[in-house]
């Protein structure tokens, strides 16, 4: 590989993607010979576009909706939290032209929790978590929250065996898994110590999420994984009664410091600065 570094993101739809004005601020100020594009690739074209990437002299890609779990099948090799988590977000070509496959979700959501509230998340996790929602985000969330010391996650979800197939998971793990029917979720948050939305529900465009707070303590820490609005209903609502919130995008700041230091050599650092480039762009 010579010349200008190159790296992006694939996704179907990927025009709404902040992944190269993230990238791109960190490669602007590092004064890095680099690019990172978006990538609109179907998904019946997902295993040639990485299988081309060599080829096209890309040092990686990230991989957002719907590649995560496809990829696992498709890379050479994947690392431990992408086979945990059953999704690879993130790509790096290596010397020999093989494709490794990882997942910085987890990292990214834990590390978005500790620069929320001063790092230490023992005082939250010593309790239950509750997650909204059993999809791919979720099994990442999961996943983060069982590291990170919390040992009875409740999952809440619409479908059961969808939740089922999360417990498993929580199971795996080494925590205690409660599932807890939809119509059951305000319940869910008696005792909690944490409470993560990773639904669509409140996001910009989709129906709100209907959830009382009266069982949380007032000291439960709160966070909706999605940053569009970046203060969500839920956080609104969480802040207005006392606990302390966490928006969702510095999930994805964090998730992509491992992409760019593998393929630009550069740990780059989660600032301010970075925050408001992001939310500023020009999507």
């Known amino acids: 590989m010579s010349g200008t ?3 992006g ?3 179907w739809p990927i025009a709404h993607s902040r992944s190269p004005a993230l990238h791109g601020h960190w490669l602007e100020r590092h004064g890095i010979d680099g690019s990172y594009v978006a990538i609109p690739v179907r998904p019946e074209d997902l295993a040639a ?3 081309e990437l060599p080829d096209k002299e890309f040092a990686g890609v990230n ?19 992408a086979a945990r988590i059953g999704a690879v977000n993130t790509v790096i070509v290596r010397a020999d032209r093989t494709l490794f496959g990882t997942n910085t979700d987890s990292y990214g959501f ?5 620069g929320g509230v001063g790092r230490d998340l023992s005082a939250w996790t010593a309790h239950p978590a509750a997650v909204l929602g059993a999809g791919g985000a979720a099994r990442a969330v999961v996943v983060a929250l069982c590291d990170a010391g919390v040992t009875e996650l409740r999952i809440v979800n619409r479908t059961r065996t969808n939740a089922e197939r999360l417990a498993e998971l929580v199971s795996s793990c080494g925590a205690r898994a409660v599932i807890v029917d939809w119509q059951d979720r305000a319940e869910a948050l008696r005792g909690a110590g944490i409470l993560v939305n990773t639904t669509t529900l409140g996001m910009q465009g989709a129906p709100p999420l209907d959830l009382v707070l009266d069982a949380l303590p007032g000291e439960a820490l709160v966070n909706d994984i999605v940053y569009a609005p970046l203060e969500t209903t839920l956080l609104a609502t969480a802040r207005r009664r006392g606990n302390p919130v966490v928006d969702g995008l510095g999930m994805l700041l964090y998730q992509a410091q491992a992409g760019f230091e593998a393929w630009f050599g550069v740990r780059p650092e989660v600032d301010d600065d970075l925050r408001a480039a992001v939310l500023a762009a020009d999507l």
């Open 49 to 51: 576009a990485l299988r």
């Open 5 to 7: 570094i190159r790296a």
């Open 63 to 81: 991989l957002t909706v719907p590649h995560k779990e496809p990829a696992l099948d498709i890379v050479d090799t994947v690392d431990g939290v």
């Open 9 to 11: 993101v694939m996704g």
């Open 110 to 114: 834990i590390e978005n929790l500790r």
